[in-house]
């Protein structure tokens, strides 16, 4: 961002970075609000991440 080789190459970029925050904040919000991401609740993340680093280990190679 800071070293683009134009004025116009550094406001196209600017503008993909503040779309891709925008859908970040999103899909962040669509989730939490559905009970997808429990965000807050660090005990619930650490299980889930448990869970899923279980459930990696014992795919096959």
Do not use: C, W
Not at 31 to 56: C, E, H
């Amino acid at each position: 961002m800071t070293e683009t080789a134009t004025p116009s190459l550094h406001e196209i970029f600017n503008r993909h970075l503040q779309k891709a925050i925008n859908l970040h904040y999103k899909v962040f919000t669509y989730m939490y609000r559905k009970g997808y991401y429990p965000a807050y609740d660090l005990t619930t993340l650490r299980m889930n991440d448990v869970k899923n680093a279980k459930k990696a280990l014992d795919m096959p190679y």
